[in-house]
């Protein structure tokens, strides 16, 4: 298959990009977050940039490794490292919730020896979000104080007179309409006839988290016209997988799969559909915070919510239909408890429906190649 | 099979752990002159009565009800019920059953689950994969770490087992007491509907009141070990974690405590130490080997090296108000539960954590820090560097870190542990 060559795709394959010293230009600020559970429309609504922090490139982590022991998350470890040797000195502000063990911790070890640096004069402020583990009413109240409070913070932090409800409807409206796009996009892949492939789909969706989203939504559009007017894919033998588990912020480890010869026609991550399958709605004249929170709390969770397994079960079920999967790839990086045990229960009940797995562990960064490789391929011809 | 058969075979790793736990009594009280290891005469004297009771009301058919190790178990005497602890059941197992319990793991490994999750569910979880553990309930908090997330699920959705959970917020704050408070009230209330009971709390006021008593007596025996040398044996470190989460508002528990003050008392007026003489002083911050439990036996006789507490014996909290109404109960109780071990450092950020580290190392005079990071402890490891540069820049004192898993040899085993504490323990002198 070949590569979708584009400028905005480019953007996947670094951390700053043209938009951010755009933006910064002006002297707007970069707030960066770890986990999509945190509330982009209201950064957003503050004029702030929500920056999804990745590691993407990251070949080794040997500054990390000095502060986080070797049973913790590579990708974790590779963000930390990256941010040790600078690579993250653009940010003006620090957003972190408990998602996992891994990344709550950077709360911590950003303020510590990232921006406590000798080299690093400038004040960051730092912002955490304690978000429930259930998915209950009384959880849903709890996150929405905790994100009622964030808006305060941000306001005292960033000098904002009022985050007001006209910004916050603006910010929905502008949100809602990218994720609405990334769908049209993720319809083209999943079609019989698709249009891209897994690893053009995780560009898109990378690029699209690193950059404001009213020109995300530009970008979106030219994207989707010019996806529309490409020629089907050859798909020749490839099989259709679908792609679940830890984050992925690299093509090389989708495309190592594709090359084994496989399509990655859906995914189950949170550089993917994980995280534009729900809009916010407004209903009964609730306050648009209020909306923004019950869309977080409510959607296809990740395996940090405890007692929603069920639910992300249905949705592969439902995926694997409607974009025809003929096998399921499942995949963790090593030491990610969370995926690694919601995999486990994945792989029983997904043979259970007699179908095809492989369920398996990978570091962030791309070593242990041929293993992979050998596994990933006699998976395929096992189906 | 009738009845009784059937309820016999819910608990069965009660049940090894309950043999095993006696033979081990036994040999220390044949064996042993009688002042040896006292900690451990008493301690599994308290637990294997308590474990006892609990086997025979299984038998009598009540419902048998795990629990996360972190919901401190005095709470679940509201109920006539089998309270069985998940995560204490393997490493108590894997200390004092011969052999351990190394074939659960692997089963449990060869379903799925990843190697790197922690052992203490993972036994258990094996156990019940092998359909040893038939649980009528499950309850568990949110808390303290991805592990209990990840791992919990497997007994709802593969065993079908109910699961009440308790959401604990990732946050040391007022409101999280609060909320958490309402969390354990709901999640009582629950459970009782789950194995068709009422919360008694007249009961669990009884039970409370005994852990308050408890508390007063565990303060003073941590107020004693600052003492040099210290007047308590480093097994006790061990037996009081199975004390603290096996049978807390059991009048075992408070006998156990009562007689260790007893001991330390003397000991501590005589400038008396367990093992002869106490050549340096350690503090853990995390845990002890739990599947080599006679290494704390060897530091002491081998090395004069006092561990004087792991992460099991240095959270405490205030005593629960229980002369007030339920809403100031359940109150106490949330803050209990939420500094309970590796809790409260969890839901904490990471200066509090060092700050009271730093001070326990002066308070207690401790020559140096072992560390040990679990394998599975993600939680837990950003930390050590951290702590490390804090102990060396204000107090001056090396930290030792060894990597380990708790319940499994076979990563780091005893041998390596006494290999690299030994020649830690020549860098002090």
């Keep these: 298959m070949s590569q979708f060559s584009d400028s905005f795709l480019d953007i996947s394959d670094s951390i700053k990009n043209p938009y951010i010293e755009d933006w910064q230009k002006n002297g707007k600020k970069v707030v960066g977050f770890y986990c999509t559970y945190i509330p982009e429309e209201l950064l957003h609504a503050a004029n702030l940039l929500p920056f999804r922090i990745r590691a993407t490139g990251t070949k080794d982590t040997d500054l990390g490794d000095i502060y986080m022991v070797r049973f913790t998350c590579s990708f974790v470890r590779a963000t930390l490292d990256l941010a040790l040797k ?6 003006d502000g620090f957003l972190v919730c408990n998602s996992c063990d891994h990344s709550r911790r950077m709360f911590e070890l950003f303020d510590l020896k990232v921006f406590n640096r000798e080299d690093f004069k400038k004040d960051v402020p730092r912002f955490y979000l304690a978000l429930p583990h259930v998915i209950t009413n009384e959880g849903f109240e709890w996150y929405r104080k905790e994100v009622e409070e964030l808006k305060a913070e941000l306001e005292k932090n960033y000098q904002i007179e009022e985050i007001t409800e006209q910004n916050l409807l603006e910010s929905i409206e502008i949100y809602n309409e990218n994720r609405k796009l990334l769908r049209e996009i993720h ?140 096998g399921v790839i499942l995949q963790r990086i090593n030491n990610c408890d969370l995926h690694g045990c919601d995999n486990m229960l994945f792989t029983h009940e997904l043979k259970e429906l007699n179908i095809p797995v492989l369920n398996m562990d990978r570091e962030f960064y791309q070593t242990d190649t041929s293993r992979l490789q050998t596994r990933i391929e006699a998976f395929l011809e096992m189906i | 099979m009738n009845n009784k058969t059937a309820n016999n075979e819910k608990i069965i790793p009660y049940k090894m752990l309950l043999n095993a736990l006696s033979t081990t009594k036994e040999l220390v009280e044949r064996i042993l002159p009688e002042e040896g290891i006292p900690s451990l005469r008493f301690g599994l004297k308290a637990i294997e009565s308590v474990i006892s009771k609990y086997i025979e009301k299984a038998n009598e058919g009540l419902p048998v009800v795990g629990y996360h190790f972190s919901l401190p178990a005095e709470y679940l005497k509201c109920f006539d019920c089998v309270p069985v602890c998940v995560e204490g059941t393997s490493y108590f197992l894997s200390a004092f059953l011969e052999g351990g319990i190394e074939n659960y793991y692997d089963l449990m490994n060869n379903w799925g689950h990843p190697f790197h999750t922690c052992s203490s569910q993972k036994g258990s979880m094996g156990m019940t994969l092998d359909n040893l553990f038939k649980f009528d309930a499950l309850i568990c908090p949110t808390a303290p770490c991805d592990c209990t997330i990840a791992s919990y699920p497997f007994f709802k959705y593969n065993e079908k087992f109910p699961l009440v959970l308790m959401d604990l917020p990732y946050l040391h704050e007022e409101k999280s007491f609060q909320y958490y408070a309402e969390q354990l009230e709901l999640g009582l209330i629950n459970l009782g509907k789950v194995i068709g009971q ?94 080599s439990v006679d290494l704390l036996e060897w530091l002491d006789r081998n090395l004069g090296l006092s561990v004087l507490f792991d992460i099991f014996n240095y959270n405490f909290s205030d005593p629960i108000n229980t002369k007030s109404d339920l809403g100031a109960m359940f109150y106490g109780m949330a803050k209990k539960g939420m500094s309970f071990p590796m809790v409260r450092q969890s839901t904490e950020f990471f200066d509090p954590f060092i700050d009271y580290c730093v001070n326990f190392a002066r308070e207690f005079s401790a020559d140096c820090f072992i560390y040990t990071q679990s394998i599975a402890c993600k939680q837990f490891g950003s930390v050590p560097q951290l702590l490390r540069e804090a102990l060396k820049d204000e107090v001056g004192i090396p930290m030792l870190l060894i990597e380990f898993d708790a319940g499994d040899a076979r990563m780091t085993s005893l041998k390596t542990f006494k290999d690299k504490i030994g020649i830690f323990v020549q860098t002090l002198s």
């Design chain 2, 198 to 291: 009422e919360p008694d709390f007249k009961k669990l006021k009884e039970a409370i009141e005994i852990e308050n008593q408890v508390n007063k007596v565990k303060l003073e025996i941590f107020d004693l070990i600052k003492a040099n040398p210290s007047p308590i044996e480093n097994m006790f470190n061990a037996v009081s974690s199975g004390c603290t989460i096996f049978i807390p508002g059991t009048l075992e528990n408070l006998s156990f405590y009562n007689k260790m003050l007893e001991i330390a008392k003397e000991r501590y007026k005589k400038k008396e130490h367990y093992g002869g003489e106490e050549t340096f002083r350690s503090i853990w911050p995390y845990m002890i080997t739990f599947f």
């Design chain 1, 187 to 326: 319809d083209l892949r999943i079609s019989d006839s698709p249009k891209l492939t897994g690893s053009e789909s995780l560009q898109i969706n990378m690029a699209n988290s690193s950059i404001p989203k009213d020109i995300g939504n530009k970008e979106l559009k030219r994207i989707l016209h010019k996806l529309k007017e490409r020629e089907t894919l050859n798909l020749d033998n490839k099989k259709r997988v679908l792609l679940v588990g830890s984050v992925v912020d690299n093509i090389d480890f989708t495309q190592l799969i594709e090359n084994a010869g496989a399509f990655i026609a859906s995914d189950c991550l949170c550089f993917g559909t994980r995280n534009y399958m729900d809009d916010v709605k407004i209903v009964n004249n609730e306050d648009p915070l209020t909306s923004i929170t019950r869309r977080l709390y409510f959607r296809l969770s990740c395996p940090r919510m405890m007692d929603d397994h069920e639910r992300r079960l249905d949705f592969l079920i439902n995926e694997i239909q409607n974009a025809k999967i003929e």
């Design chain 1, 86 to 91: 600078g690579g993250y000195d653009f940010l």
